[in-house]
């Protein structure tokens, strides 16, 4: 079974900066993509940034040179480094990665969540 654990939510003014953080542990063998995802009150879950194991990355247009994403692959860590901060950037950040597992001989896919870290952006 692989986890997500956040962490590096919080409150911050507009203009400022965050850094988010996600550690992967657990029966992982790889790990293929990690990314990040949004959801902000009485919205849909959104792609803020992706990264693959290779360092190719994918930005939400909405949030393209302002954040920036990217992994510690020996740690089965991801980051967002988040700049420039906007009220509507508000959220509940969510990191997400695939992968597949292993336990013993036996190979599986898997695809997790993390348990969400608040970010509010007062203006």
């Known amino acids: 079974q692989v986890q997500l654990v956040e962490s590096g939510g919080g409150l911050v003014q507009a203009g400022g900066s965050l850094r988010l953080s996600c550690a992967a542990s657990g029966n992982i063998f790889s790990i293929n993509v990690m990314g990040w995802y949004r959801q902000a009150p009485g919205k849909q879950r959104e792609l803020v940034a992706t990264i693959t194991g290779y360092g190719n990355t994918n930005y939400a247009d909405s949030v393209k040179g302002r954040f920036t994403i990217s992994r510690d692959n020996a740690k089965n860590t991801v980051y967002l480094q988040m700049n420039s901060l906007k009220p509507e950037d508000t959220a509940v950040y969510y990191c997400?990665?695939?992968?597949?597992?292993?336990?013993?001989?036996?190979?599986?896919?898997?695809?997790?969540w993390g348990q969400g870290t608040l970010v509010t952006v007062s203006s």
């Open positions: 997400n990665c695939n992968g597949d597992s292993q336990s013993g001989f036996l190979m599986s896919r898997f695809e997790v």
